[in-house]
């Protein structure tokens, strides 16, 4: 073995064809090794979407370097259990107008034409007791409504109460092992904050849409008389009403509402109401069976060409709170128990956010006099004026 490299060296050099075959074959050797190779680790794994080399990283690795998340699986697998979807049947009447029938069958014909007319709607479970929160007008007027559940099991539940003022209302099932939804901080929401709709649109249940808050504190939109809406782009169809709005934590931060017409050419701008709100309400309706506020009994006028306009006193209800303080028409509100008021809605939201016989003091204008009244509210009536 020790001679055989010096006589294999002889051989290449004296038989130049040996020497030229060699060559090709240590070259072929090569070219297999390199193939090989490449089989082994295909090119499009040897590169991260970067186009760095070595740099890939295994299944999980994102979460562990704290990038953002990119699926919201696990949120929605918190809080889509407890979202329920709702059909409703009312018997609508509508008056009959003998002109469209022709002569022979205008005779004997119902003063009324009465017809069953369905709707759809969402809930939210908000506690092992079955108690379903919704929107008011999902459930008004209805002569039957049905619920049913994420995992299939359908119920006729009870209205336990109402609030038109806000468009919510609590209703409950009675189920054993109910799921219920955690309610989160809707005053700690920020517009670009990620939120996810969860609802019945068109009656394809368990619906999952995504979306941002684009603006919290909506409340000039005249939907109800008491809400500042949460605004967002997530999408809310017919169906979705009464739904889930949760953070990518699964927790309740809001009741979607309404969604602004199709027909003005808008698209992505959807309403829902804060959890907060929805809170005191949802305790009330429980304990009460109606939500109890402070009423004044005045209607108060803003200026709707100007935001920030201090509330007019535009009328008085006789024998009311205000009345018996001294307040007139014309007298302008300035402060509510001390404290600046700006704009109709907020004098609206202050009294009403009082207990019923709770004691207030009003600052007012009247002319070039300013004056201290005192009122001892009572409780507003449904749909009654400030």
Request: charged share 20%; proline share 6%.
């Amino acid at each position: 073995m020790a001679n055989f490299k010096p006589i294999l060296g002889k051989l290449i050099l004296a038989n130049p064809i040996l020497a030229f075959v060699l060559k090709w074959v240590l070259a072929g050797l090569a070219l297999a090794g390199v193939l090989l190779l490449a089989r082994s680790a295909p090119f499009d794994r040897m590169f991260d979407r970067a186009g760095e080399p070595g740099n890939q990283a295994p299944a999980g690795a994102a979460a562990t370097r704290g990038e953002p998340r990119r699926s919201f699986a696990d949120a929605v697998g918190r809080a889509a259990p407890a979202v329920v979807n709702i059909y409703t049947a009312r018997v609508v009447s509508t008056q009959v107008r003998p002109e469209e029938y022709g002569p022979l069958f205008q005779q004997n014909l119902p003063a009324v034409r009465r017809r069953v007319e369905s709707s759809l709607g969402s809930g939210v479970i908000i506690d092992t007791a079955g108690h379903i929160i919704t929107n008011h007008h999902v459930v008004k007027d209805a002569n039957e409504i049905r619920v049913q559940l994420a995992d299939g099991r359908v119920a006729t539940p009870r209205v336990v109460g109402t609030d038109p003022d806000t468009d919510l209302a609590v209703l409950r099932v009675d189920l054993p092992d109910l799921p219920a939804m955690t309610l989160g901080r809707s005053d700690e929401l920020r517009p670009g904050d990620v939120v996810l709709a969860i609802g019945n649109p068109l009656g394809l249940s368990q619906t999952v849409t995504q979306g941002i808050v684009s603006a919290t504190g909506r409340g000039s939109l005249r939907l109800a008389t008491f809400a500042d809406f949460i605004q967002t782009d997530a999408a809310i169809n017919f169906g979705n009403s009464g739904g889930a709005l949760i953070d990518t934590d699964g927790q309740l931060i809001g009741i979607n509402t309404a969604v602004l017409a199709q027909t003005l050419g808008t698209e992505g701008i959807g309403f829902a109401i804060p959890v907060n709100l929805v809170r005191g309400v949802m305790q009330e309706i429980i304990e009460h069976g109606r939500v109890r506020r402070g009423w004044l009994g005045v209607e108060v006028i803003g200026d709707p060409n100007r935001r920030f306009s201090a509330p007019v006193i535009g009328a008085t209800e006789p024998g009311s709170p205000a009345e018996r303080a001294g307040l007139k028409p014309g007298d302008l509100i300035t402060h509510l128990n001390g404290r600046a008021i700006v704009t109709d809605q907020e004098a609206l939201t202050q009294v009403a956010a009082l207990r019923p016989g709770s004691y207030i003091e009003i600052r007012v204008r009247r002319g070039i006099q300013s004056l201290t009244l005192h009122a001892t509210l009572e409780e507003r009536p449904v749909s009654a004026s400030q």
